[in-house]
């Protein structure tokens, strides 16, 4: 709408004398209760005008209304200026633009960026919070690629440290050769279920030494099973062959159950970093902030920095006996990703109770003098709740990803057959008609709300073919298909439709927006933009298909052209559910 922006800082040059560029003017959406589609807000213009904001409107929407023929008509609402545009106008977009192959293909803009998501511990399968985590980081690295990045989508996996070393020592001493093949068992399960074993015998220790006079704390540390899991760590950082062998083995255990689990939610990777690679990254740039005078050392030689003139706290970024802490690694895998791909920004994608640690990590970076700091940032994301509370997953933590993805399947598939929408298919069909409805509904669900909010999430809410859900925007396209596929007619040409209905131009202009809607949720990280945007186009959609016959119009090119708009919406469907991760189906 860029010309309307430039007509009328014309006008108010030639009618006030006053220069202004298109940027200055201020174009918004008009509101659904009045009449128009663009409107300028005309208060800025009544100290150059010296009239009142009605009289100002009224003589910019006169100027506009002659000088562009686009302008079909104009109504003034206290101080802001409603423009209606011509059906030409809206037909001439619809025919340049939605219908053009590649509608919404936004051309490179030459940056490259790191989306960093999912971050699993090897220690244990993938739970609830690492489902949402994953959907966002995925969805928003499509967003970004489509709207011209080039992006590399990371995952830092954390395979080291004491938590890996207690579900290798409870598999040594209770697991009798226990192996996923001969348990039956996804590897990252089975490795959680001694984990988890761990966890009691250690608890049972701990009671043992306290009802021997030991306080809690001393009990914590002296139970021999922790004892073991340090002694264990300190021999897998020596490099003991026996030690490094069980974490190669029980690691590929839990990487080909991740993968597993990964594959059902949809998403990838195009580089993994591994903390067991970049635990000893960090300490050069240490070195390098105590020349530059960034860092200083305690009379015990351990190393901070103070950013207490930062609003924050003084930070230890290295022990007294020159081992890391997280920040340490946090830094030098930092360094480590830019020297890989020189990227413009980089997002990592973590659980807002990481702020804090974000903020240091920032901050002491662009203290460091490194460039590239001022394109990090971290999208914060709110923590997943179910109405009955936590449900127990099967090692009695948080919920599984994989009884959640099952679970949806299960909802999907009764709520389906319940409504009768599956009756045509295959059992082959029908399979995938579940998961595609049930990762549908989840990711939907988990993705139309803003990612820093926390959020209550009801699968059998999730699953409504009538709600603002992921399972109405897909039965939606499912009806579009299927109305294309009873057409039997050729639509792919130009039609020279005189008159537009209401809910015809209205859908116009919703399909119109979609390559804006890609920018603005590129630039605010925001996959919310995308889903909510989805759904009022499906809304359009069903509200046009409702009033409108498609294959019954009143004559062929009235048909041809609603066939035409109707194809144009299921293509900006699919697309837009992609970026979402999500796929729709043909027919249901």
Same mark, same amino acid.
Request: glycine share 4%.
């Given at each position: 709408m860029n010309f309307i922006s430039e007509a009328a800082a014309k006008a108010v040059k030639n009618? #006030?004398?006053?220069?202004?560029? $298109? /940027?200055?003017?201020?174009?918004?959406?008009?509101?659904?209760?009045?009449?128009?589609?663009?409107?300028i807000v005309t208060f800025p213009f009544t100290r150059f005008s010296k009239k009142s904001p009605e009289q100002t409107g009224q003589e910019i929407g006169e100027y506009l209304k002659n000088e562009l023929a686009e302008v079909s008509a104009y109504n003034v609402i206290k101080g802001f200026l409603n423009i209606s545009l011509s059906e030409t106008f809206w037909l001439d977009k619809l025919n340049r633009e939605v219908l053009t192959e590649g509608f919404g293909e936004i051309s490179p803009n030459g940056k490259k960026v790191m989306v960093e998501y999912s971050s699993p511990n090897t220690n244990k399968p993938l739970h609830l919070g690492h489902v949402r985590n994953n959907l966002l980081g995925y969805s928003v690295a499509q967003i970004l690629g489509a709207a011209g990045y080039e992006v590399i989508k990371a995952n830092l996996v954390n395979d080291r440290g004491i938590h890996i070393c207690k579900s290798m020592l409870a598999w040594q001493k209770f697991g009798n050769g226990e192996t996923s093949e001969t348990a039956g068992e996804k590897g990252d399960h089975l490795v959680g279920k001694y984990y988890v074993i761990f966890d009691k015998e250690y608890k049972k220790q701990i009671d043992e030494l306290k009802a021997a006079g030991q306080t809690e704390e001393e009990a914590k540390k002296n139970a021999p099973l922790i004892k073991e899991a340090q002694q264990m760590l300190q021999k897998w950082e020596a490099g003991d062959e026996e030690v490094i062998n069980l974490w190669r083995t029980m690691n590929g255990w839990v990487y080909a159950g991740f993968d597993e689990t990964y594959k059902k939610l949809g998403v990838d990777f195009d580089k993994f970093y591994y903390e067991s690679n970049t635990y000893l990254l960090g300490k050069d740039i240490i070195d390098e902030g105590l020349q530059k005078g960034v860092f200083f050392k305690k009379e015990d030689g351990s190393v901070w920095i103070d950013l207490t003139e930062d609003g924050l706290d003084q930070k230890l970024v290295l022990r007294a006996d020159g081992t890391s802490v997280y920040i340490t690694q946090d830094l030098g895998t930092a360094q480590l990703k830019y020297d890989d791909f020189q990227m413009d920004e980089s997002i990592y994608v973590v659980g807002n109770e990481q702020d804090y640690h974000f903020k240091v990590l920032f901050l002491i970076l662009q203290k460091l003098g490194k460039s590239w700091a001022k394109g990090l940032y971290h999208l914060s994301y709110g923590m997943v709740d179910l109405p009955s509370g936590k449900m127990k997953s099967r090692e009695g933590t948080v919920v599984d990803a994989d009884d959640l993805i099952a679970e949806m399947e299960q909802t999907a598939k009764t709520q389906t057959e319940a409504l009768g929408k599956v009756d045509n298919l295959d059992e082959e069909e029908k399979l995938n008609l579940y998961h595609m409805i049930g990762m549908g509904a989840l990711k939907y669900f988990l993705l139309?709300?803003?990612?820093?909010? &926390?959020?209550?999430?009801?699968?059998?809410?999730? !699953?409504?073919?009538?709600?603002h859900t992921g399972p109405f925007i897909q039965y939606t396209h499912a009806r579009i298909k299927s109305v294309l596929n009873r057409a039997g007619v050729d639509f792919s040409a130009e039609q020279a439709i005189e008159e537009? /209905? $209401?809910?015809?131009?209205?859908?116009?202009?919703?399909?119109?927006? #979609?390559?804006?809607?890609?920018?603005? /949720? =590129? *630039?605010?990280?925001?996959?919310?933009?995308?889903?909510?945007?989805?759904?009022?186009? $499906?809304?359009? #959609?069903?509200?046009?298909?409702?009033? *409108?016959? !498609?294959?019954? =119009?009143?004559?062929? !090119?009235?048909?041809?052209? &609603?066939?035409?708009?109707?194809? /144009?919406? =299921?293509?900006?469907?699919? *697309?837009?559910?992609?970026?979402?991760? !999500?796929?729709?189906?043909? &027919?249901?």
């Open positions: 009618l #006030y004398h006053i220069d202004l560029t $298109a /940027a200055d003017i201020n174009l918004q959406e008009t509101r659904k209760e009045f009449e128009g589609q663009v409107t139309k709300v803003e990612p820093k909010k &926390r959020l209550l999430f009801d699968p059998n809410e999730s !699953i409504d073919f009538q709600g537009l /209905a $209401a809910v015809e131009r209205d859908l116009i202009i919703t399909l119109s927006q #979609y390559p804006q809607v890609i920018l603005q /949720a =590129a *630039k605010d990280y925001s996959p919310a933009v995308i889903a909510n945007y989805v759904y009022e186009l $499906a809304k359009a #959609y069903n509200k046009f298909y409702h009033e *409108k016959s !498609i294959l019954q =119009a009143e004559d062929e !090119i009235s048909k041809k052209f &609603r066939l035409q708009l109707s194809s /144009a919406t =299921a293509g900006v469907i699919a *697309k837009g559910m992609n970026l979402l991760g !999500i796929e729709v189906p043909e &027919r249901m």
